[in-house]
């Protein structure tokens, strides 16, 4: 859970997709770009999902690669504590 303003938490959760889908409430890290992680040689990555591309990148040894199937990081559910 995330912190989210005062008395509010914030549940995230991957979401699997592909091939571009932007799962309902991604977590949008600006301009319609979303947090996602994918495999990449073994490893899962933190990445980018572009709306505008349809396509997830991860990035290692300096290159960026493109990923078809990869996981959203999305708003499952929020919860008031006061």
């Known amino acids: 859970m995330a912190k989210c ?13 592909e091939c571009g889908t932007v799962p309902p409430n991604a977590l949008d890290a600006g301009g319609k770009v979303y947090v996602c992680r ?19 990148y991860v990035s290692a040894n300096g290159k960026e690669y493109e990923k078809l199937v990869y996981d959203a990081l999305c708003q499952t559910g929020v919860s008031c504590n006061h």
């Open 5 to 17: 303003g005062s008395g509010y938490q914030m549940t995230l959760s991957w979401i699997p997709a």
């Open 38 to 56: 994918a495999e990449h040689d073994g490893e899962i990555l933190p990445g980018k999902l572009m709306e505008s591309t349809h396509s997830a």
